[in-house]
């Protein structure tokens, strides 16, 4: 399971800032995996996911505050909006259903890996509209809610 947790080139998605909070995405998941490994006691597991959902609804308001820098407005934030609210509402339901005992460790640790590596793939592909889109505007404007 030790490699998915090894950064490598194909999991940066060319903004520094970006790259930069996924390190530390990959961190928390890899301390879930080993508290696992390590037969942690579940509170806390618990503990760390709540840590990991705290982490991803900052780093969703960085990411959507580095689009609207770089001009992203109106129907495209709004769309990326909706999908990190996809993503925390997942990742939610969850950590309430391995909290509830519904889903164990390892399978939270295996959603964990695919979630990660869904979403950093959206990101390539935003940050690539980025490099080939408008100058950062210096005003953005929102549609969507600040919220996550
Ligand atoms: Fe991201």
Redesign the pocket.
Known sequence: MSSEFQWNKAMN?GHDR?DF??KM?LALIKNIADAYRLNKPKEFLTRLLIELERYASF??CS?ENIALEHGEQNAEFSAHHRIHEYLLKELRTRIRRHHAGEEDSMAIVTFLIDWFGR??TQ?RERVARFSTGSEPDPAPRASGSGKT
């Open positions: 998605v970006i909070e996924h995405f780093h969703f990411e979403h950093t990101d």
